[in-house]
């Protein structure tokens, strides 16, 4: 079966410090995983993928197999970046995804 | 927006009831998702279609049927509401390629 863990429910920095979103998965195989974020109220977006490598809104993900791990990260946080951030893998059947349940971001003056 | 629409986008319906979603997407994706969001649980597949007639069960699937006679339409019926299924409901189509998805706005529905 597959999982993703995002151990932190709430996170909270002020402007210009860096950030990190924690997530960690289970899956016996290779996955695709992806970094959505959901301003307030409004759609998911996708935000990153492993295999694109970019740099989106200078937020940076990086694949560790060896501790199943794919961290979201920010050098300087800004107000904007102030939203939902959900992890989430895709590796069974149909493309499904598997969500991790959100970490929200909060980025104070 | 990749051309995915939801309607409606709010609704507040009583118990015992039953309501009809609809998501419509213009860009001919063979795969369609419904997902339920929820505080605490993120979000969770319901249901997901491969193709016209083809559908399948996700998570979450109890008190949810779907259906799609066409390519572009992929509706998801709560047979008989009940307040468990208050919620925001999201649906979504594979994106640039089959792994990523690509979201629609959202229905917020409240079951009194």
């Known amino acids: 079966a597959q999982r993703v863990t995002q151990p932190e429910k709430l996170l909270s920095v002020f402007k210009g410090a860096p950030v990190e979103l924690k997530c960690n998965y289970s899956y016996s195989g290779s996955p695709e995983l992806f970094w959505y974020v959901q301003y307030s109220r409004q759609r998911l977006q996708l935000l990153l993928r492993h295999i694109s490598r970019e740099s989106i809104k200078g937020f940076t993900a990086d694949l560790n197999k060896g501790e199943t791990s794919f961290h979201l990260k920010k050098p300087f946080a800004q107000e904007e970046d102030s939203a939902m951030y959900y992890c989430a893998l895709s590796g069974g059947s149909n493309y499904k995804l598997t969500f991790g349940k959100g970490t929200l971001l909060t980025v104070n003056p | 927006d990749a051309g995915i629409t939801q309607s409606p986008r709010h609704k507040v319906t009583e118990t015992g009831t039953p309501v009809t979603l609809r998501c419509h997407q213009t860009e001919n994706h063979r795969y369609m998702y419904w997902y339920r969001q929820d505080p605490g649980h993120g979000l969770r597949l319901i249901h997901y279609?491969?193709?016209?007639?083809?559908?399948d069960k996700g998570e979450v699937s109890d008190g949810y049927s779907v259906s799609r006679s066409k390519t572009e339409d992929f509706l998801l019926t709560l047979e008989s509401a009940t307040s468990s299924q208050t919620s925001v409901y999201f649906c979504a189509t594979e994106g640039q390629d089959s792994y990523e998805q690509y979201f629609g706005p959202g229905t917020r529905l409240t079951v009194t």
């Open positions: 279609s491969y193709g016209v007639k083809d559908t």
